[in-house]
Protein backbone atom coordinates (compact mmCIF):
# COMPACT_ATOMS: atom_id res chain seq x y z
CA UNK A 1 0.00 0.00 0.00
CA UNK A 2 1.04 3.81 -0.40
CA UNK A 3 1.19 6.15 2.27
CA UNK A 4 2.67 9.65 2.97
CA UNK A 5 4.09 10.17 6.51
CA UNK A 6 4.90 13.85 7.83
CA UNK A 7 7.54 15.09 10.18
CA UNK A 8 8.59 18.46 11.08
CA UNK A 9 5.85 20.22 12.91
CA UNK A 10 5.96 21.72 16.45
CA UNK A 11 6.21 25.07 18.36
CA UNK A 12 8.50 28.05 17.19
CA UNK A 13 8.33 31.72 18.29
CA UNK A 14 7.49 34.03 15.18
CA UNK A 15 10.51 34.26 12.81
CA UNK A 16 12.04 31.29 13.66
CA UNK A 17 11.77 28.40 10.85
CA UNK A 18 11.27 24.74 10.59
CA UNK A 19 11.14 22.64 7.81
CA UNK A 20 8.60 19.84 6.63
CA UNK A 21 8.93 16.49 5.37
CA UNK A 22 6.76 14.19 3.86
CA UNK A 23 7.92 10.89 2.53
CA UNK A 24 5.94 8.53 0.41
CA UNK A 25 6.28 4.90 0.82
CA UNK A 26 4.78 1.67 -0.98
CA UNK A 27 4.49 0.27 -4.23
CA UNK A 28 5.26 3.54 -5.95
CA UNK A 29 5.67 3.11 -9.67
CA UNK A 30 5.10 7.13 -10.37
CA UNK A 31 4.70 10.46 -8.30
CA UNK A 32 3.52 13.46 -10.32
CA UNK A 33 2.80 16.78 -8.43
CA UNK A 34 3.72 17.17 -4.73
CA UNK A 35 1.79 19.33 -2.62
CA UNK A 36 1.17 21.12 1.00
CA UNK A 37 -2.00 22.08 2.57
CA UNK A 38 -3.04 23.49 5.56
CA UNK A 39 -6.07 23.76 7.31
CA UNK A 40 -6.47 26.81 10.62
CA UNK A 41 -9.54 26.04 12.97
CA UNK A 42 -12.82 27.48 11.39
CA UNK A 43 -10.85 28.24 8.42
CA UNK A 44 -11.31 26.31 4.99
CA UNK A 45 -7.90 24.45 3.79
CA UNK A 46 -5.80 26.08 1.44
CA UNK A 47 -2.93 25.15 -1.22
CA UNK A 48 -0.16 26.46 0.32
CA UNK A 49 2.66 25.46 -1.99
CA UNK A 50 2.72 22.77 -5.29
CA UNK A 51 6.00 21.87 -7.06
CA UNK A 52 5.62 19.11 -10.28
CA UNK A 53 7.80 16.48 -11.21
CA UNK A 54 10.44 18.48 -12.93
CA UNK A 55 10.43 21.60 -10.42
CA UNK A 56 8.53 23.56 -10.92
CA UNK A 57 6.97 25.38 -8.20
CA UNK A 58 3.48 27.68 -7.04
CA UNK A 59 3.00 29.26 -3.94
CA UNK A 60 -0.11 31.19 -2.29
CA UNK A 61 0.40 34.45 -1.96
CA UNK A 62 0.63 35.21 1.71
CA UNK A 63 3.68 32.48 1.77
CA UNK A 64 5.79 34.01 -1.58
CA UNK A 65 9.68 34.77 -0.06
CA UNK A 66 8.97 33.04 3.26
CA UNK A 67 8.56 29.07 2.59
CA UNK A 68 10.08 26.82 -0.30
CA UNK A 69 8.77 23.70 -1.35
CA UNK A 70 11.34 21.23 -2.93
CA UNK A 71 11.56 17.35 -3.38
CA UNK A 72 13.86 14.90 -3.73
CA UNK A 73 12.78 12.07 -6.08
CA UNK A 74 15.51 9.93 -5.11
CA UNK A 75 14.01 9.49 -1.99
CA UNK A 76 9.69 10.40 -2.49
CA UNK A 77 10.14 13.36 -0.53
CA UNK A 78 8.77 16.62 -0.54
CA UNK A 79 9.87 19.20 1.67
CA UNK A 80 8.14 22.61 2.90
CA UNK A 81 11.03 25.21 4.57
CA UNK A 82 9.03 27.92 6.29
CA UNK A 83 11.18 30.78 6.94
CA UNK A 84 10.15 34.18 8.94
CA UNK A 85 7.13 32.27 10.43
CA UNK A 86 3.83 34.50 11.71
CA UNK A 87 1.02 33.50 14.20
CA UNK A 88 -1.31 33.62 11.14
CA UNK A 89 0.84 30.48 9.79
CA UNK A 90 -0.36 28.28 12.63
CA UNK A 91 -2.13 25.52 10.87
CA UNK A 92 -2.70 21.84 10.63
CA UNK A 93 -0.16 21.35 7.46
CA UNK A 94 -0.85 18.41 5.28
CA UNK A 95 0.78 16.62 2.41
CA UNK A 96 -0.86 15.37 -1.09
CA UNK A 97 1.12 13.67 -3.70
CA UNK A 98 -0.75 12.10 -6.97
CA UNK A 99 1.05 8.65 -6.90
CA UNK A 100 0.41 6.42 -9.42
CA UNK A 101 -2.37 8.53 -11.10
CA UNK A 102 -3.93 8.80 -7.66
CA UNK A 103 -4.18 11.33 -5.39
CA UNK A 104 -2.98 10.37 -1.32
CA UNK A 105 -3.13 12.47 2.10
CA UNK A 106 -0.61 12.85 4.68
CA UNK A 107 -2.13 12.42 8.38
CA UNK A 108 -1.09 16.07 9.31
CA UNK A 109 1.39 17.94 10.91
CA UNK A 110 0.63 20.65 13.36
CA UNK A 111 2.80 23.53 13.15
CA UNK A 112 2.19 26.68 15.83
CA UNK A 113 3.67 30.40 16.14
CA UNK A 114 3.60 31.92 18.79
CA UNK A 115 5.42 33.52 21.62
Known amino acids: QVQLVESGGGLVQPGGSLRLSCAAS????????MSWYRQAPGKERELVAS???????NYVDSVKGRFTISRDNTKNTVYLQMDSLKPEDTALYYC?????????WGQGTQVTVSS
Open 51 to 57: ISRGGST
Open 26 to 33: GRIFSINY
Open 96 to 104: KANINFDDY
